[in-house]
């Protein structure tokens, strides 16, 4: 056995990450590694890969337990990582970014450009013979690009295992096709391949091995063969009742927003949508699907968009964000610190920034009373039930649970017609997830509509009147009521379209 | 108490600096008319880092002050000898410098060019322009007397030139600090994106701001012009990194790491503070220098090592 990795357990901050995963991966063969967003499996990689030390459990290699520390130790022991955010030098081609942190061939003191291109020839020829090697690699394709790393893990004498965090979420069909070859060829060179993907097909047509984990452990191995897709949806779902409550509104009144052929996606589809009074509607798709930049583009932050979207029947124009908070519009978004929180500045005034106008010393004159300001925080924090010393402070001073309350916060003081939440709880404790969900649902019974989006599957069955289940740019399933269940979610969303193998190319 | 000189503290370093020079030369420079003095020698830069403490508020660089001033003080000139009346060339002056700093903030602001690059390349088209005007030469001449007095003199008992600065802090104090305009640019500068998700419109905010920056360059070019009664097309290029060296120093006043406009001045005092106290000490200006770069460094260094601590 190449790699045996058996009951590793990591804990960040009380939270298990990694709650007994075992995985064994033989030389030669691809081995799919699958579960939804947060079960464990990039913390499971950091291991092999030397960025996160585990609590207890063990790595062996070949038989022979090898605590693995640093990034340079997992090399040493042949395992090569692409991740999924590409990391080459954009205007360096494939020969200059195989070099990259390496030792360069030298003639003399002078880079030996020959050398260079012959070791990067040769472990391209291994998976990729017609890749084109001179171009700069901006220039490249997607799947191209992914080739090159690939070239890039090869290069080096000694790699054994290459692991491959969802290498093909961004490609088209006959690019991926063209990546399926590939790996088939590096397994046949007797390299073993970690092969992580949301999309099922692809893993019961090119793996041969899989390991299913759920909650941070893992919840079924064995061969690919003989097993079916309803197989690993049922070890990635298990069958608990979700912790939190249920208790979706259900009253829906009159359209409040309408969307109609709003791009989505990569490949220029587009999605039309209708929520109503008092309605939750949760989108669910894997991450990458394009999921944030679709509520971007509900909320007005792109200028230049297709489609038609509608605000209680005004039409709402690309890039007008200030047209959707007169009518009514707030928006949460998904990157608290990123889009969200104006971190050097107060609590109070963070909270006040979408409404400085109520806020003034006299009407119809710009200037700021800051008695207001406090007032407006204080006002906030009691209602909202935020944990902080005092509205002076800065927001980063504040738990996660906390600062997400600010991003509410923010956009009380006046009626909300239509919310707009992306991962409204993303690293939030559980408690704070119970307050904030209590939140929307408050919001939604004083008739407002919410869009929320979430990779949390409790949190969209515990908010959700209606579920859109996204797969491929497309909706792949509408869910009301009792049809609102892990299994046919999770089915949905990996509902992919037929791959065409193409050929040759 | 460590909190508190870390708000104050460069405050109190430029009392200490102003107690070290009074007790080195208590004839000269401790003097209640020395210390007026320096009010009015520091106002010309203290008006132009005082603009640029609007454009850094929304975090952003505009590097063509220096040229705005040149501009402001060659261009004002141009006017008279064309014979237009003062008050209406003051003016003129302002609205045209406004312009052209507006359509820098745009460009940075609606394009998202880097404002480095951005008001590098306005700064070299305005310097051009104000050559291409006075065609390279230096302009006197032709000044009304009316006009040389707003930079001459005396007004209610304090020099009349330490009004301008007064007024001009006053302003964009109220700007940033007590008005919603303020607000959106501290939001804007603390996080671009998060300001404008939550609905701040940054594209006129951030060309308001630059084409304030650029009048209050322009101004200074003015007041300039009336103080030595003529304008040189490189007379503004002494105000780019001092004027920078005021803001940064002020960045480390009062509020954490922000550009505000009193830590500005507080900036703009110790550096015109050292200089005058270092004349009257008879230290030579080549010194000077190197003494006010060393000072900057030290202030800065020290910020940042007691952040680190």
């Known amino acids: 056995m190449l790699l045996e990795v058996r009951d590793l357990k990591k804990r960040f901050s009380g939270v298990r990450a990694l709650d007994g995963v075992d995985l064994q991966v033989e030389a030669g063969t691809v081995h799919a590694l699958v579960g939804e967003n947060g079960a464990g499996k990039s913390t499971l990689i950091k291991a092999l890969s030397g960025l996160v030390t585990p609590n207890s459990g063990t790595i062996s290699v070949d038989g022979v337990t090898r605590p693995i520390s640093s990034v340079r130790e997992a090399e040493a022991l042949g395992f090569r990582f692409i991740h999924q955010e590409l990391s080459l030098v954009p205007f360096f081609n494939a020969i200059e970014n195989g070099f990259v942190g390496r030792p360069y061939p030298l003639k003399g003191p002078f880079i030996d450009q020959a050398a260079m291109r012959a070791q990067v020839v040769r472990a391209a020829e291994l998976i990729a ?36 965090d969802e290498p093909s979420a961004s490609l ?129 932050a792109r200028r230049h968009a297709g489609g038609r979207i509608r605000l209680d029947g005004k039409d709402m124009r690309a890039g007008q964000i200030l047209a959707r908070i007169a009518a009514g519009g707030a928006y949460v978004p998904e990157d608290r ?8 500045r107060s609590i109070a005034e963070n909270l006040a920034i979408a409404n400085l106008r109520s806020m003034r010393k006299v009407p119809g004159l710009p200037l700021v009373d800051d008695r207001r300001v406090t007032e407006n925080a204080e006002a906030v924090r009691s209602q909202l039930a935020v944990k902080m010393s005092n509205a002076t402070a800065k927001p980063l001073t504040l738990s996660g649970g906390n600062q997400q309350k600010l991003l509410f916060g923010r956009w009380f003081g006046r009626p909300i017609r239509l919310m707009i939440l992306d991962e409204p709880t993303r690293g939030v404790d559980v408690g704070a997830k119970a307050e904030i969900h209590e939140l929307a649902r408050k919001m939604a019974a004083t008739g407002a509509a919410v869009l929320m989006t979430t990779s949390d599957m409790d949190e969209l069955l515990a908010l959700s009147s209606r579920v859109l289940v996204m797969a491929g740019g497309r909706i792949t399933a509408e869910l009301t009521g009792e049809e609102i269940a892990p299994e046919r979610i999770v089915a949905a969303a990996f509902a992919h379209t037929e791959r065409k193998e193409t050929t040759g190319s | 108490m460590s909190n508190l000189f870390g708000k104050y503290g460069t405050l109190l370093a430029l009392v200490a600096i102003i107690v070290a020079f009074a007790i080195a030369s208590p004839g000269a420079f401790g003097t209640p008319g020395n210390l007026i003095n320096i009010t009015q020698q520091m106002t010309l830069l203290a008006i132009v880092s005082v ?63 880097l404002s480095f690059i951005a008001t590098l390349a306005a700064g070299t088209i305005v310097g051009g322009i104000t050559f291409y005007m006075c065609d390279g030469a230096t302009l006197f001449g032709g000044i009304p007397t009316g006009f040389r007095d707003i930079a001459r003199g005396w007004t209610i008992g304090l020099p009349t030139l330490t009004w301008w600065l007064v007024g001009v802090s006053i302003l964009v104090w109220i700007l ?134």
């Open chain 2, 51 to 113: 603009g640029v403490t609007l454009v850094m508020a929304a975090g952003e660089f505009d590097l063509a002050t220096a040229a705005f001033v040149s501009f402001g003080g060659i261009f004002v000139m141009v006017l008279f000898a064309a014979g237009v009346p003062s008050p209406i060339a003051f003016v003129i002056v302002l609205v045209v410098a406004g312009c052209f700093g507006a359509i820098s903030g745009f460009i940075v602001a609606r394009f998202e060019v």
């Open chain 2, 176 to 309: 940033l600090d007590k008005i919603e305009f303020g607000r959106r640019l501290y939001a804007i500068g603390g996080n671009r994106d998060a300001a404008r998700l939550a609905g701040v419109r940054v594209v006129p905010n951030m060309v308001t701001a630059f084409a304030i920056s650029a009048m209050l360059s322009a101004l200074v070019g003015m007041l300039l012009t009336a103080r030595i009664g003529s304008a040189n097309p490189t007379g503004g290029s002494g105000y780019l990194l001092n004027a920078y060296a005021g803001v940064f120093l002020g960045m480390t006043a009062f509020r954490d790491g922000e550009a505000n406009v009193l830590g500005t001045l507080v900036g703009a005092a110790i550096i015109a503070v050292i200089s005058n106290g270092l004349t009257i000490l008879g230290v030579s200006t080549f010194l000077q220098d190197i003494i006010t770069g060393s000072i900057i460094l030290a202030a800065v260094l020290v910020r940042r090592i007691g952040k680190e601590a």
């Open chain 1, 129 to 164: 013979p017609d890749l084109p090697l001179d171009v700069p690699t901006s220039r490249l394709t997607t799947g191209q690009k992914q080739l090159v790393e690939i070239t890039r893990a090869l290069m080096t004498q000694g790699a054994r295992l290459v692991v491959m």
């Open chain 1, 172 to 300: 088209s069909d006959a690019e991926a096709a063209r990546l399926h070859k590939a790996i088939r060829a590096l397994a046949d060179q007797g390299v073993a391949v970690i092969f992580i993907s949301h999309r099922l097909d692809e893993v019961l047509s090119i793996c041969d091995q899989y390991t299913v984990l759920r909650n941070g452990q893992t919840t079924g191995t064995g061969q690919i063969a003989g097993t079916t897709r309803d197989d690993l949806i049922r070890l990635m779902t298990g069958h608990e009742s979700a912790a939190l409550a249920r208790t979706a509104p259900q009253v829906v009144g009159k359209p409040v927003l309408q969307v109609e052929a709003v791009p989505f996606g990569p490949e220029g589809e587009t999605i039309s949508l209708e929520i109503g009074e008092g309605e939750i509607l949760g989108l669910y798709g894997l991450v990458g699907a394009g999921r944030s930049s679709f509520m971007k583009q509900i909320w007005g």
């Open chain 1, 337 to 344: 610190r990123g889009e969200g929180l104006i971190t050097q």
